[in-house]
């Protein structure tokens, strides 16, 4: 029998640089993603990705560019002070209040997404967690949290390691009146993980207008969460994303 194989495979890096390049490509990818997605609201929402060698600073966008202009060298690194202590660009302050801390408090998570999303803002004002409506959204079952506050601008880092704890170690959270914020293992990861909460939040929020819809019961939710809501699942994902976005967009790499 003919082995099967994948068409993507985890990399394997032979120095610190090299997974460095990786992960700023895969960055700015997400960021250009976000931006055919239509996640730009103004100067609002950042993608982070802590960086390989120094795991006390992160790279992230500069303030105040658009998510579909990115490139790799456009892509600044922010120390635990909020210092840009590589590239030309201011940083967002929301961007360090609230990464920071999600960093400090999860030494487990490379990336995390927050963007000001039409979907995912609207079902935040609802004040409710996702409930396990399709085989998608399962990917959240018992994964995810609600922030059940609004404070405004999020610009202190006291109001980033409530965020923080809140998460606990999902891998989502719900910041009601805000928006979602996902983390990942990867940038792949946690960038599909706010791609598909999107899109599972505007899935539900039709499928109650439309009517009352029918739950997907607690076993069945749970199984399914083993089976598309892994680290290995949003991984691979992303990959489709990324090989897309890289042959429409090769200038993302400059």
């Not at 610190?16 to 609201?41: D, I, M, N, P, T």
């Not at 060698?53 to 998510?67: I, K």
């Not at 202590?85 to 995390?112: C, K, L, M």
């Not at 009517?211 to 019961?217: E, F, S």
């Amino acid at each position: 029998m003919t082995e099967l194989r994948l068409p993507f495979s985890r990399p394997q890096f032979d120095s610190v640089e090299q997974e460095r390049l990786h992960l700023k490509q895969r960055l700015a990818a997400s960021f250009r993603l976000f931006g055919r997605f239509g996640f730009s609201e103004g100067v609002a929402g950042h993608i982070t990705a802590r960086d390989p060698e120094h795991p006390d600073r992160f790279w992230v966008n500069p303030f105040g560019m658009s998510f579909n202009l990115i490139r790799v060298s456009d892509l600044i690194c922010v120390d635990h002070s909020g210092e840009v202590v590589e590239g030309e660009y201011f940083v967002n302050q929301a961007a360090f209040a609230i990464h920071s801390q999600v960093h400090a408090a999860r030494p487990d998570v490379t990336a995390a997404a927050h963007a000001h999303s039409i979907y995912g803002k609207a079902w935040s004002a609802l004040g409710r967690q996702l409930d396990p409506l399709t085989q998608d959204s399962c990917a959240f079952y018992d994964d995810h949290v609600l922030f059940d506050d609004f404070t405004g601008v999020v610009l202190d880092t006291e109001e980033g390691k409530r965020i923080a704890h809140s998460l606990g170690d999902k891998k989502a959270a719900i910041l009601r009146n805000h928006g979602n914020l996902t983390v990942g293992h990867s940038v792949d990861e946690a960038a599909w993980w706010f791609i598909t909460m999107e899109r599972t939040c505007q899935a539900q929020l039709l499928a109650e207008a439309a009517g009352t819809p029918v739950h997907i019961d607690a076993e069945s939710a749970a199984l399914t969460h083993t089976q598309v809501g892994t680290d290995g699942a949003g991984w691979f994902s992303f990959q489709p994303l990324y090989e897309w976005i890289s042959r429409a967009e090769p200038d993302l790499f400059d």
